[in-house]
């Protein structure tokens, strides 16, 4: 894509996402992160299309880490307020 995107002029799309793939990354520590890319929006270009006829789309997306370390890195958590939920 070039040149400047007016959003304005793009479709908003409604969307399910259909699986959750996951990064599973070992660190040499014993640490186990895992990396999930979780779909936030999606929108249709308008006018938009790529050199084989595919409309064009912006996704916007977050990632979410979860880690595991193993015991001995860890330290004692601090104690969470009394409303602050897990």
Not at 20 to 36: A, F, H, K, S
Not at 64 to 73: A, I, Y
């Amino acid at each position: 894509m070039s040149g400047k995107i007016n959003l304005q002029e793009g479709k908003q799309m409604r969307f399910k996402q259909v699986n959750y793939p996951e990064i599973t990354v070992e660190v040499e520590d014993g640490t186990i992160i895992i990396l999930r890319n979780i779909i936030v929006n999606v929108v249709r270009l308008k006018d938009k299309y790529d050199e084989l006829g595919n409309p064009q789309y912006l996704v916007k997306s977050q990632i979410v880490m979860t880690v595991n370390s193993p015991s001995n890195l860890r330290k004692k958590p601090k104690k969470r307020p009394n409303n602050v939920y897990a």
